[in-house]
């Protein structure tokens, strides 16, 4: 079984500042990994994927992930945010194995984004 | 394309009545989740078809909570008798087949039981 911690459930940042979003995840096989942005009162959006490759993945939003599979880590990261990213974020893994892809969310992580 | 549609948005029901929530996945998308997001947690997977068969169910409560997909295109998930503990948003999302690579979701289905 797959299972993701989120380290931070909420983090404050000053607009225009850097942000991390922090997330580990356990799992005795390859997983895929995603990070989900949810605005309020909406669903879950797509932030980006790692599948296979670079260990860096870009996403929407001016957002970049950085997946470390020796520290089982999967950190979220931006280098100026807006007020805008003011949202829930969601880390997620899906196990590789599985012949339809069930997605194991962590707890998430408010930002929010002060002026 | 259209994205996954869900209705009702907001349902406000008292406890032991029932409820059902409606989706209509984005077209030709195969695979179908309902997933159950308890206020400040992350979303829990309750089931999966796969066209019109069930995948995994294997965290449905069963005896109270039950879903179908006619066709293999719009599914229904209903509750009956509700709890207090069932007041969640219920998101329901589409990928085109086994192996779609991230979810389209829908805006869900705010549940509160009283």
């Known amino acids: 079984a797959q299972s993701v911690t989120q380290l931070d459930s909420q983090v404050p940042v000053f607009e225009e500042a850097p942000v991390e979003l922090r997330c580990n995840y356990s799992s005795s096989v390859s997983v895929y990994l995603f990070w989900y942005v949810q605005y309020p009162n909406q669903g879950l959006q797509l932030l980006l994927k790692y599948l296979s490759g670079s260990t860096l993945v870009k996403g929407i939003n001016g957002f970049e992930a950085e997946f470390n599979k020796s520290q089982t880590s999967f950190h979220l990261r931006k280098p100026s945010v807006h007020i805008s990213d003011t949202a829930e974020y969601f880390c997620a893994v899906s196990a590789l194995n599985q012949g339809a892809q069930k997605l194991v969310f962590g707890q998430g992580t408010r930002l929010t984004i002060n002026p | 394309e259209a994205g996954v549609a869900q209705s009702p948005r907001y349902k406000i029901i008292e406890k032991r009545q029932s409820v059902a929530f409606w989706c209509n996945p984005i077209?030709?998308?195969?695979?179908l989740y309902w997933y159950q997001q308890i206020l400040g947690q992350g979303p829990k997977l309750l089931i999966q078809?796969?066209?019109?068969?069930?995948?995994?169910d294997s965290q449905l409560p069963k005896d109270r909570f039950s879903a179908e997909r006619l066709k293999g295109v719009d599914s229904t998930l209903k509750i009956q008798p509700a709890k207090l503990e069932d007041s969640a948003v219920y998101l329901c999302?589409?990928?085109?087949?086994?192996?779609?690579?991230?979810?389209?979701f829908g805006s869900g289905t705010r549940l509160t039981v009283v």
């Open positions: 078809f796969q066209n019109n068969g069930v995948v995994d």
């Open positions: 077209s030709g998308h195969a695979t």
């Open positions: 999302a589409s990928q085109p087949g086994a192996y779609g690579y991230g979810y389209t």
